[in-house]
């Protein structure tokens, strides 16, 4: 770095040509980059703000990417919901009571139908975008449902399906003997009892007795397993016919639903479904009371409990909700008397694989679109909704109620109540009424469309906000031109001058006068 | 005689123009010499008798004792300034501006970024590819800027080992110039030629080092630097430098030595307050040193808020007891206890080192004493916390490795771990995401140096993940690909997480200090860098306008004007002819005398 060399005795002129000269380049240099800026140094007092504006700008387009990330699983999503709703909506179509169709057509059909809405809700909720499993909570890389055949019929290392759980259980509901875990008796007295045959989950569970008066006096349940009621015959001569007496039972399908069966007195012999002669005396009365009853549950525990109990089945089956799946355990050569719980999957196939969240089903799958705006976009398979679709149509599809040739009447008879039943249940678990129960495919759409509608808005509010960045930013960085052109103009018009006025000056010495 | 006196004054008065022509022939002949102060005759009358005589007095020589000074001064400043600004472009060529593709700022943005995507769809593989990539390119790019910068220390070196070459050299070529002034028996045109040597080396010695220069009676200068240490008086005090080897964040730099001719050694560095060599040292030693500080902090940044677990790791609380599970610390790892002193609360943090400080003088950066201590076995670290920090607390020993700390004077309002993950499974949500050399781990210790200082240099992406991106994700051994616990923990940091920087610049720069989260160190760095950087520019430019000003005052105090020695040659030729003129009347004259 010449300091002191450059001592030569040129004059100051020269030195500021030199910088014009450097100061035209950069203005050049601005011209073809369109860049104010060149340098770091050269930014000033704008580097700061040039410096936020691009951090900004940054996270913007972050959550640009993660907002379209998120439209695409929505769509996904709400594509499988919209055709999961039409299936919920063809199977309340297909369970309807007594329309059994010429010669039991729609029964037959409503079991394979059943069947093959079943695998497309499979397959629905087997969605994977690129190979990730949407329907599974954050657990995206095994299915979330088990095979079609597996749920139904249990896979090759010898656990359960649904149809050896659903056997057994109805053997256990509907007990050895054939009358739903209850037993009648008279003895002899005037007293007939009905009580449930011990302290256990299965078969019929006794809610109430009404009926009676002059002629009898009822005993309710006392309120301890196991339940009894009782009708003791006081005065037949009182007793005529038409008058009832009705036990309240529960189904193992629903405890909460009490149904009444009647018994009517009638001077009939022998007596109808549902009828009890008038005996001569209180005893005879009440044997025949308890030889109706038994007839009675021997008929229901065939059509209504046999129905009642698969959908019993499929509750322990399919579990939801974090809890076990509950399995009867064998109690040869006695009936059964406990549940167990399968925790560890060794004896029952595991219809769910996927994340279990009872609480928050939402928030298994959160993604941040803005600085503290997180959408919520989780779905498991085992919500309410789709559970319950599930159950029912695997309640179906694994029921028989073909017709065969040589089959009397009654069975015929047995299978149409049957349907009838099992109908009634679907019926009321796939009723509109639980549409606004939580978990329900009306209520995840509902909640899933309104994470779409917050990622739309956000969507939009970054893209405006993106947008007036870059202005400033353009405004800060970019050259304009119409002034730079105008500087070198300038700039160009004074180096001219100085070059002039430099030669002028050097001819100017007294060197060339003399002679 | 009246003829003969004529004679003589004609001849004198020729004699006078003839030297003065001499002189006006070797002005305009050195006119374009660097250096060259203009000379002038002086004439002096005398008379004997009635004869007066024109004597030529001496040559005198241009020279403005003040004009010198400031030029000298100026010199100095220039080279200061120059030699900084060079080195300052390439560190900003080097940075590159806000918004180019390998600017720190973008690299950042794109890693946030990738992070921010690996937590929304932390299954898919090109997430992850991507998220590792993108901690790369910043990883590189660390390393790069850290090794530029340390080149840059090390050709400072190579430059002050040339120019202390140089500035030996002058020292002593000035000190022999001062001997052959003193002699007088030289030729008085020769002096004056030497006095302009004398000049020349001057300057050039002060473009080394700021000079302070005395001019003695003789034409001797004795020279001194600004800040009053002796370089020349009668002989030359000489320079030593030895360049310290491979210029590293944490090696030792060379030492710049003076060497009085009594033998006497001086230590130079932080003397010097201008010049050439004063500018290299001060790039070396702050400027350079500063940006490496900065680039190091962002470096622990990065690599702490990837591995720190949560806050509450290791401690646990029962009945206003904290226990502290020392098992997990490794050195660099620390625990603060927060408490209240009379209203105030404040904060002690105990770190795990090597080293024991028990009593800091000062807070560090984020308001909290920090006491080191070797923390491998509970019970002697029980022992000597209680022993160190007194009655305010009372720790103890829950027999295992924990360490039950509760206030006793002082009233503990919580304690909280700063722990940093060691595996990359079953340790915690925190990942070991950057490594230091060699596949170590960064927890910034405060053994030693400190293992921040030159980090920035050894940083690395954390080679068991190149091949196993899956540990991104997964933080236990069962969790599955699709929880975004991680990620979202990782995201967290690096968004939340504050630091401060212990080092803070000199006021005269700024008394910058990095605060605040990683994005803001970037921001906060490539600032204080472009504003260094502009700052160097701005003074460069001012230093040489003022030189400028100088050397043009220098061109008008001594430099030759053409014009006015033609004209003062013209006045000369006159004179010249008419002397001759009078000479030859006179010869005339007295032929005509002789001839009668």
């Known amino acids: 770095m010449l300091v002191n060399k450059s001592f030569y005795p040129g004059p100051r002129s020269f030195s500021t040509v030199t910088s014009m000269q450097r100061q035209m380049e950069q203005l050049q240099l601005q011209l073809a980059s369109g860049k104010r800026f060149n340098s770091l140094a050269e930014y000033g007092t704008s580097r700061t703000h040039d410096l936020n504006l691009r951090a900004r700008l940054g996270r913007i387009e972050g959550y640009e990417a993660n907002v379209t990330t998120t439209e695409n699983r929505l769509s996904f999503l709400n594509n499988a919901i919209e055709r999961l709703d039409e299936i919920e909506a063809d199977a309340r179509a297909l369970a309807v009571p007594s329309a059994y169709g010429s010669d039991g057509l729609n029964m037959v059909n409503a079991s394979q139908q059943a069947g093959t809405m079943l695998k497309e809700v499979i397959d629905l909720l087997n969605t994977d975008i690129a190979g990730q499993f949407i329907f599974g909570g954050h657990v995206s890389d095994k299915r979330p449902l088990s095979s079609f055949d597996q749920i139904l019929h249990g896979d090759a290392i010898g656990r359960a399906g649904f149809s050896q759980v659903a056997t057994e259980r109805k053997a256990a509901d509907l007990g050895t003997a054939g009358l739903g875990r209850l037993t009648m008796d008279a003895g002899g007295t005037a007293t007939a009892t009905l009580s449930e045959d011990g302290a256990h989950p299965f078969g019929f569970k006794l809610a109430s007795m009404a009926g009676g008066g002059t002629y009898a006096t009822i005993s309710q349940p006392n309120g301890t397993a196991p339940q009894s009621v009782g ?125 279990v969240e009872s609480t928050d089903p939402r928030g298994t799958v959160t993604t941040q679109i803005d600085e503290t705006t997180r959408v919520r976009v989780g779905v498991t398979a085992d919500e309410s909704g789709f559970a319950t679709l599930i159950k029912t149509l695997a309640s179906f599809a694994i029921s028989d109620f073909t017709t065969t040739d040589n089959e009397t009447s009654e069975e015929t008879a047995q299978k149409r109540a049957q349907f009838d039943a099992m109908s009634g249940i679907a019926r009321v678990r796939l009723s509109e009424e639980r549409n606004t129960t939580e978990g329900s495919i009306e209520s995840i759409a509902l909640e899933l469309g309104l994470a779409a509608h917050t990622v739309g808005q956000v969507k939009t509010r970054h893209a405006e906000y993106g947008g007036q960045l870059k202005t400033m930013l353009a405004e800060i960085e970019q050259a304009p031109i119409e002034e730079v052109a105008m500087q070198l103009m300038t700039l160009r018009t004074r180096l001219e001058a100085s070059f002039q006025a430099t030669t002028m000056v050097s001819q100017l010495t007294l060197v060339n006068f003399l002679r | 005689m009246g003829l003969s006196s004529t004679l003589s004054n004609a001849l004198s008065g020729m004699n006078a123009s003839q030297r003065g022509l001499e002189v006006i022939s070797r002005n305009v002949a050195n006119s374009g010499t660097p250096g060259y102060h203009r000379q002038a005759v002086v004439l002096t009358e005398t008379h004997y008798g009635q004869a007066s005589q024109v004597r030529m007095g001496t040559v005198q020589r241009a020279f403005d004792q003040a004009l010198q000074k400031q030029h000298v001064i100026s010199v100095s400043d220039t080279s200061y300034h120059a030699v900084r600004a060079s080195f300052l472009d390439r560190l900003q060529v080097e940075m590159g501006k806000p918004g180019d593709a390998n600017s720190l700022d973008t690299l950042y943005t794109a890693f946030e970024n990738a992070l921010q995507a690996l937590a929304t769809t932390p299954d898919s593989m090109s997430n992850r590819a991507g998220a590792l990539n993108a901690a790369q390119a910043m990883v590189e790019r660390l390393n790069g800027l850290s090794g530029a910068i340390q080149t840059m220390r090390h050709e400072t070196e190579l430059q002050i080992s040339n120019a202390v070459a140089e500035l030996n050299r002058n020292l002593t070529s000035l000190a022999e110039i001062n001997n052959r002034i003193l002699d007088t028996a030289y030729d008085p045109a020769a002096r004056l030629a030497m006095m302009d040597e004398r000049d020349r080396v001057v300057t050039a010695i002060s473009e080394m080092v700021d000079v302070s220069v005395s001019y003695r009676d003789n034409g001797t200068v004795a020279l001194m630097t600004r800040g009053g240490v002796g370089l020349l008086d009668n002989q030359p005090s000489e320079f030593q430098f030895a360049i310290g080897g491979a210029v590293s964040a944490t090696g030792e730099a060379g030492m710049l030595e003076l060497v009085t001719p009594g033998g006497h050694r001086v230590q130079m560095n932080g003397l010097l307050s201008s010049g050439r060599i004063a500018g290299l040292l001060e790039m070396r030693d702050t400027t350079l040193v500063n940006a490496q ?242 700052r160097g520019f701005a003074q460069y430019d001012a230093s040489t306008m003022t030189l400028d000003a100088v050397i043009s005052r220098m061109d008008s105090a001594y430099g030759v004007d053409i014009d006015q020695e033609m004209a003062r040659l013209m006045e000369l030729q006159n004179a010249y002819a008419a002397g001759a003129r009078v000479v030859s009347t006179v010869q005339e004259l007295i032929d005509a005398l002789l001839a009668m």
Do not use: C
Not at chain 1, 248 to 259: I, S
Not at chain 2, 320 to 343: E, H, I, K, N, P
Not at chain 2, 349 to 376: C, H, K, M, W, Y
């Open chain 2, 293 to 534: 500080n900065q680039l190091d902090e962002i470096a622990s940044g990065l690599a702490l808020a990837m591995s720190t677990l949560p806050s509450d790791t290791a401690v646990s609380e029962a009945a206003g007891t904290f226990t502290v599970d020392l098992s997990a610390m490794q050195r660099g790892d620390s625990f603060a206890l927060t408490y209240m002193d009379g209203g105030v609360e404040k904060t002690v943090r105990v770190v795990a080192s090597g080293e024991t400080v028990t009593d800091p003088a000062n807070l560090n950066a984020a308001g909290e004493r920090v006491i080191q201590f070797d923390l491998s076995d509970a019970g002697n670290a029980a022992a000597a916390l209680q022993a160190a920090l007194g009655g305010a607390f009372s720790f103890g020993d829950d027999g295992g490795d924990g360490l039950t700390v509760a206030g006793n004077a002082a009233t503990l309002v919580g304690v909280s771990s700063r722990i940093t993950a060691t595996a990359a499974q079953g340790g915690g949500l925190g990942l070991a995401l950057f490594t230091d050399a060699g596949g170590a781990a960064f927890t910034n210790s405060l053994d030693g140096a400190g293992q921040k200082l030159g980090f920035a240099g050894r940083i690395s992406v954390n080679q068991g993940l190149i091949g196993n991106t899956d540990l991104l994700v997964k933080s236990t051994a069962d969790a599955s690909l699709g929880d975004a616990a991680r990620p979202n923990h990782l995201l967290y940091n690096l968004r939340n997480m504050r630091f401060v920087s212990e080092n803070i610049t000199a006021l005269k720069d700024g008394g910058v200090r990095l605060s605040g989260r990683v994005g803001d160190l970037v921001s906060q760095t490539i600032n204080y860098q472009g504003d260094t950087v502009a």
């Open chain 1, 231 to 355: 009708v003791t015959f006081t005065d037949v001569a009182a007793l005529k016919a038409g008058d009832t007496i009705t036990v309240g039972v529960t189904y193992p399908d629903d405890r909460n639903r009490v149904e009444y069966v009647t018994f009517t007195a009638t001077t009939d012999d022998p007596p109808g479904k549902g009828q009890y002669l008038i005996g001569d005396t209180p005893e005879a009365t009440a044997a025949n009371f308890a030889a109706a009853m038994e007839t009675k549950f021997a008929d229901l525990g065939k059509t209504s409990m046999a129905s009642a109990s698969t959908a019993a089945a499929a509750d322990n089956f399919f579990n939801t909700k974090g809890e076990p799946v509950l399995r009867v355990v064998d109690n040869a050569p006695d009936d059964p008397v406990a549940l167990s719980a399968d925790t560890a999957y060794a004896s029952t196939v595991r219809w769910y694989n996927g994340q």
